[in-house]
T-cell receptor, first 116, second 115 residues
Framework: GAVVSQHPSRVICKSGTSVKIECRSL??????MFWYRQFPKQSLMLMAT?????????EQGVEKDKFLINHASLTLSTLTVTSAHPEDSSFYIC????????????FGPGTRLLVL | AQKVTQAQTEISVVEKEDVTLDCVYE???????LFWYKQPPSGELVFLIR??????QNEISGRYSWNFQKSTSSFNFTITASQVVDSAVYFC????????????FGRGTSLIVHP
């Protein structure tokens, strides 16, 4: 069964608003979670690594102030797209390892964001 | 740096045909893992298989089989007797010890199976 959940599954918002996406590990604690972005017909691109209790590590080219990540507990990481614009419309996917250092990531079902 | 190449952008077959999806990778690590994921239209990534660099045994799971060849840095995926439900985008991915096991994904191959 699913081990990582995401909420919401899809969201439509107006340009300029902020959107929060939640990622939860369901039956394990995840000190590290990962956020990916996928444009239509493209591959997954890692945006940032979310670390429980500390700052997230962002990949080159990803704006920290635009994509706020908070990993306040061992089972929850949130991604907030601030002042969203149409170009932020994408499929956002989170993942987590069942145990630290594990080689297999489990992916959430993804969140489709459409910014009008 | 690690890299995954899926040269086939889109493959179209008729039901019951066999189809092979190619994956070629590059890595400098001796310890690494290779994965295949299926992404149906719903978007959720479905884990299919993981193979570590020390295990070159081919694997078969029902209609799915995987051919791992270190000599050619390839990890190909074959679907036998394809079905319409196999239509999806398939991603090959590589993770390395040196990269903290964060996977690098190929561009994906879109498989369309026609009835």
């Amino acid at each position: 069964g699913a081990v990582v959940s995401q909420h919401p599954s899809r969201v439509i918002c107006k340009s300029g608003t902020s959107v929060k996406i939640e990622c939860r590990s369901l039956d394990f604690q995840a000190t590290t979670m990962f956020w990916y972005r996928q444009f239509p017909k493209q591959s997954l691109m890692l945006m940032a690594t979310s670390n429980e209790g500390s700052k997230a590590t962002y990949e080159q080219g990803v704006e920290k102030d635009k994509f706020l990540i908070n990993h306040a507990s061992l089972t929850l990481s949130t991604l907030t797209v601030t002042s969203a614009h149409p170009e932020d419309s994408s499929f956002y996917i989170c993942s987590a390892n069942r145990r630290q250092g594990s080689e297999t990531q489990y992916f959430g079902p993804g969140t489709r964001l459409l910014v009008l | 740096a690690q890299k995954v190449t899926q040269a086939q952008t889109e493959i179209s077959v008729v039901e019951k045909e066999d189809v092979t999806l190619d994956c070629v990778y590059e890595t400098r690590d001796t310890t690494y893992y290779l994965f295949w994921y299926k992404q149906p239209p719903s978007g959720e990534l479905v884990f299919l298989i993981r193979r570590n660099s020390f295990d070159e045994q081919n694997e078969i799971s029902g209609r799915y089989s995987w051919n791992f060849q270190k000599s050619t840095s390839s990890f190909n995926f074959t679907i036998t007797a394809s079905q319409v439900v196999d239509s999806a985008v398939y991603f090959c991915a590589l993770s390395e010890v040196g990269g903290s096991y964060i996977p690098t994904f190929g561009r994906g191959t879109s498989l369309i199976v026609h009835p």
